[in-house]
Nanobody, 119 residues
Framework: QVQLVESGGGLVQPGGSLRLSCAASGSIFSTASMNWYRQAPGKQRELVATITSGSNTNYADSVKGRFTISTDNTKNTVYLQMNSLKPEDTAVYLC?????????????WGQGTQVTVSS
């Protein structure tokens, strides 16, 4: 059982920055793909950013150049640095881990952290 705990959400003004953290219960990054999703009320869940065990990254077009995903393996933590925030970035942000060495692959979710971008 993998536990994921997000933190760092809050209220920021347009153009501001925020860093989200997701702490995992074990050393899973060598066998997992880590993802950040977001979901706004009435909207479909959106994959925002992905980082693989080999540190390859991918981003949604809507956040490219503004968001950065990274990991600190010594702390078992994945981060999402969000810059130049826009009101349309407002959503619940969810940390997701997909464990690749099991069949079927196992997916774990954090409880989410609210990000609100408003003046």
């Amino acid at each position: 059982q993998v536990q994921l705990v997000e933190s760092g959400g809050g209220l920021v003004q347009p153009g501001g920055s925020l860093r989200l953290s997701c702490a995992a219960s074990g050393s899973i990054f060598s066998t997992a793909s880590m993802n950040w999703y977001r979901q706004a009320p009435g909207k479909q869940r959106e994959l925002v950013a992905t980082i693989t065990s080999g540190s390859n990254t991918n981003y949604a077009d809507s956040v490219k150049g503004r968001f950065t995903i990274s990991t600190d393996n010594t702390k078992n933590t994945v981060y999402l640095q969000m810059n130049s925030l826009k009101p349309e970035d407002t959503a619940v942000y969810l940390c997701n881990a997909v464990i690749l060495v099991t069949f079927p692959p196992r997916s774990y979710w954090g409880q989410g952290t609210q990000v609100t971008v408003s003046s």
